[in-house]
Structure formats: structure tokens, C-alpha cells
């Protein structure tokens, strides 16, 4: 995304969600992207996702989250490699790539 002239706040590996609701609240945040492998950690975290997805757009992506667990969170979920779904995020979030 940042490749396509979005600004992008990186957080890290590991960040709790609460702090992804903090950084969500402060400013002009278009989007939450979250990214895991582990469809463990996205179940242990539903509840708290889904409270996040409840304050901003938020878009969860990795080979541990499924249509079915986005949609249990209220998340759009980012589908393939990580360069594809951003070019297709751009084009749905600002209409252009």
C-alpha cells in the first residue's frame, strides 16, 4: 500500500489488539490491517477483533483466517499474497490501484 501513496503506521509483530484500537483512535486511520498465520492466534483474539472491527474498517489477512472467521469478526478479509491484496485493497478502499 505504502508502494500505491498510502501512508502506513507499522505497529510490529505481536501488537495487542488494544494498542491497535489506540492508534486506530488517534488520528485519520483509513484502515487496520492485521496479518497471521495462525488460525489459533485470530481465534484467541475474536473478541477483541471484533470490538476493533466495531470502531474502524478493519481488514485481517494470512493463511490462519478464513471468510467464515472474518465474517464472525466483522473484517474484510484480505485474500493471497500480501502485494496482490494490497494493489486489490487500493482499488476497493480509493477506487484506484
Do not use: C, F
Not at 53 to 68: P, Q, T, Y
Request: hydrophobic fraction near 50%; charge should be negative; aromatic fraction near 6%.
Amino acid at each position: 500500500l505504502w508502494n500505491r501513496g498510502w501512508r502506513i503506521v507499522y505497529l510490529g509483530q505481536a501488537t495487542p489488539v488494544a494498542d491497535m484500537e489506540i492508534a486506530a483512535a488517534s488520528g485519520d486511520i483509513a484502515a487496520v490491517l492485521a496479518y497471521s498465520q495462525s488460525a489459533d492466534l485470530w481465534r484467541s483474539a475474536e473478541d477483541d477483533l471484533a470490538a476493533l472491527a466495531s470502531k474502524a474498517h478493519l481488514a485481517l489477512g494470512g493463511e490462519g483466517i478464513d471468510a467464515a472467521g472474518a465474517e464472525r469478526i466483522g473484517a474484510e478479509l484480505l485474500q493471497g499474497d500480501p502485494v496482490r491484496a494490497a494493489a486489490e485493497a487500493a482499488q476497493r478502499w480509493r477506487g484506484s490501484d
